[in-house]
DNA sequence: GGTCATGTTTGATCTAAATCAAGGAAAAAT
DNA sequence: ATTTTTCCTTGATTTAGATCAAACATGACC
């Protein structure tokens, strides 16, 4: 069930303000989007959107995780994306999407129905080129994780995930030896974001615990001990990608 | 090497003129683009662009057969997308792509220099819309392939690939089983396409041969007799995908 | 604080696809 | 026409990861 959030926050004031779909938009552009836009909550655990839903907003997630999945008639799953804070729901010029979209934390999204929303990329140069801009970026991400999905060994794809938490939430800066780290997934919603089974995540992990590359403090936390070697296990030239 | 052709196709003329990157531009935005195009050629096997290459242009793939692809360090090669007529190369707000496109077949590009090219984007709203709309359905179409890389077996990676084959060259109204489809790539690309190995690739097809589900008259051109075998075999649920 | 549900670990076994290894068949080149 | 190269097929063997099967943590909730 969602929930209309009565606590405001301006634009201007906005965590996501300088990444999210609003980018470049000038101060008054943002005071359209001021007047459009609604908060919606979503528990942990909650679907935000359904594959045969008719898409009747679009968003910004503001705080919180969710994934985008998709599924085969007998039940084999697939993540398709991990959206964090500032990564947009939705899709501009068509009324329907063909994953899911389930919260994974509780989420609060930044909404705008449909039809406002798109007269308004017509309207908002701005908009426009920075939609242009997440779709391309996402479509990068997209086929690095084909490339891991097609090509990757377990070891692999385990590192891969893990460094790519690391950039996403690495404060520049701080000594990463001793940063603490949020694993927002179980291992099961590992498995199907890397093509796998929750026992063999469950393995490759503990291996990487007893190598002395990760260490965990609960379920949910985490901090990489041995970076080069988890570089080094990703099956990556040393450059980085475009996981970020 | 690319050569610089001196035949023009007027843009009203342009083949690919309802499905390009062009497709909502009026007779106006057409005369623009017309000054501003410029045709090359690639024979096959030649690089279209590399990695490394600093981007200098864009451009629609006008007739030809295309692949992106991403290789890892020790060789392994997956690709990430097959390029036809009427799809964009390019990537506009960006100087750097992270993979490699490779002409399959002889190819022809309709190019626009970058910079003057994202000049027309802030002017020309109708091509930077349809731009949206060409990278949010490529993103589908790599969704659909991460969730066939991560999940899918042999057969059905090897049905969903002639089934896109098939949804991007069938002539509506035309009967299926009788019409020659073209195979443009070899069975080494379709195993990288796939996240295979040329020995599955040939096993697999063999048998849906023998099982009468394709014909092939030679090795680039085959026929479907038994679609609804193809389509049951692709894992999928019965109402399609995005892969058109 | 004990019960329960949800995640995680670990072991034994199985299997789909990879790998290794030749041949053969079609194109391309000379 | 004949050589060369590129593709394709087929068989034998191996293996990474899936599957099957229990226990074991951990935190959530009365």
Redesign the interface.
């Known amino acids: 069930m969602t929930i209309e959030l009565s606590a405001r926050v301006t634009c201007t004031d906005c965590p996501i303000r300088h990444r999210a779909v609003c980018a470049y938009c000038t101060g008054d552009e943002l005071d359209v989007l001021e007047q459009l836009k609604s908060y919606k909550t979503f528990k942990a655990g909650e679907p935000i959107l359904w594959r045969a839903d008719k898409l009747t907003y679009v968003g910004s997630l503001v705080h919180g995780v969710a994934t ?1 999945s ?1 599924t ?3 039940g ?3 993540m ?2 991990l959206l964090l804070p500032s990564d947009f729901i939705g ?4 009324s329907e999407i ?2 899911d979209v389930v919260a994974v934390t509780d989420v609060t999204l930044c909404c705008f129905q449909i039809k406002p929303f798109e007269a308004l ?2 309207s908002t ?1 701005h908009v ?2 920075r ?3 997440m ?2 970026d ?3 991400v ?6 891991l ?4 060994t377990a070891r692999e794809k385990i590192a891969t995930f893990v460094q790519m938490l690391v950039q996403r939430q690495h404060i520049a800066g701080t000594d990463l030896p001793g940063q603490a780290l949020s694993l927002p997934l179980t291992q099961e919603q590992i498995a199907n974001y ?2 796998l089974t929750l026992e063999t995540v469950s393995r490759q992990l503990g291996i990487m615990k007893k190598n002395g590359i990760l260490r965990f403090s609960d379920r949910r936390h985490f901090e990489v001990i041995d970076f080069p070697a988890l570089q080094l296990a990703t ?3 040393s450059d980085g ?2 996981l970020v």
Chains 1, 2 share one sequence.
Do not use: N, S, Y
Not at 91 to 94: A, E, Y
């Open positions: 985008l998709k085969l008639e007998d084999r799953t697939q398709v994306g899709r501009p010029g068509r063909e994953f990329i017509a140069p426009a080129q939609l242009v801009e779709a391309l996402e479509l990068d997209a086929r690095e994780w084909m490339l999905l097609g090509r990757k890397l093509g099956g990556d030239d990608g475009v």
